[in-house]
């Protein structure tokens, strides 16, 4: 069975900081994507970043990177400069092969000045 | 191109009413799924199709219905809507190709009184 997991409920980080939220996933499966998602308080889900579990380098979209370390089945977000406008919840996900994407519970960032 | 079209936006019910939330993409993405986000809880799996006449539960099924007759529409149907049921509901699909990324209505907001 797939499992994400994401302990943090909560995260601070002063503007222009970086920040690391963590997601610790479980799958049995060789093939699978781990993604990240922004839910600003409007309500919409933002696709951030994606990682494929074959892929050997580290993906990055701007501020944001994705440190995958496979061994310990981690796939922890970084945003580096942080905004004010980065405050927002993040959801970690992952689709095993062709299956069903599954999501974490969440982590709720506030960017002070 | 109109993405994921959700609707309704807002609906409120009485405890053993029915209701079904539209879901509808013009991507001809054959994943589609549905979600429930409440508080604390991220969002969570209902149903899912990997295509038209193929469905599957996810983590929260009971409750929920689906179909999937056509690629472009997978409703969710609520047959006796109960208290518990109160949450928002999001449809999402992915892309047959490509890096999985789930595209996101808007999102329907559900009270059940």
């Known amino acids: 069975a797939q499992k994400i997991t994401q302990t943090q409920p909560g995260m601070f980080v002063q503007e222009k900081e970086a920040v690391t939220l963590d997601c610790t996933y479980d799958?049995?499966?060789?093939?699978?994507?781990l993604f990240w998602y922004k839910q600003p308080s409007s309500g919409e889900m933002i696709f951030l970043i994606y990682q494929g579990s074959y892929d050997e380098q580290n993906a990055t979209e701007g501020r944001y990177s994705l440190n995958f370390q496979k061994a310990r089945k981690s796939a922890n977000l970084v945003i580096s400069a942080s905004q004010l406008g980065d405050s927002a919840m993040y959801f970690c996900?992952?689709?095993?092969?062709?299956?069903?994407?599954?999501f974490g519970t969440g982590t709720r960032l506030q960017v002070f000045p | 191109n109109a993405g994921v079209t959700q609707t309704p936006k807002f609906q409120v019910l009485k405890t053993g009413q029915s209701m079904t939330l539209q879901c509808a993409q013009d991507m001809n993405h054959e994943y589609m799924s549905w979600y429930r986000q409440d508080p604390g809880m991220g969002l969570r799996l209902i149903h899912y199709?990997?295509?038209?006449?193929?469905?599957d539960q996810g983590e929260v099924p009971n409750g929920y219905n689906v179909s999937r007759s056509t690629t472009e529409d997978f409703p969710l149907r609520l047959l006796s809507a109960a208290p518990s049921q109160t949450s928002v509901y999001f449809c999402?699909?992915?892309?047959?190709?490509?890096?999985?990324?789930?595209?996101f209505g808007a999102g329907s907001r559900l009270t059940v009184l």
């Open positions: 996900a992952m689709r095993a092969y062709t299956d069903k994407l599954i």
């Open positions: 999402a699909s992915i892309a047959p190709s490509g890096a999985n990324v789930l595209t």
């Open positions: 199709s990997v295509g038209a006449g193929i469905t």
């Open positions: 799958t049995s499966d060789q093939s699978y994507g």
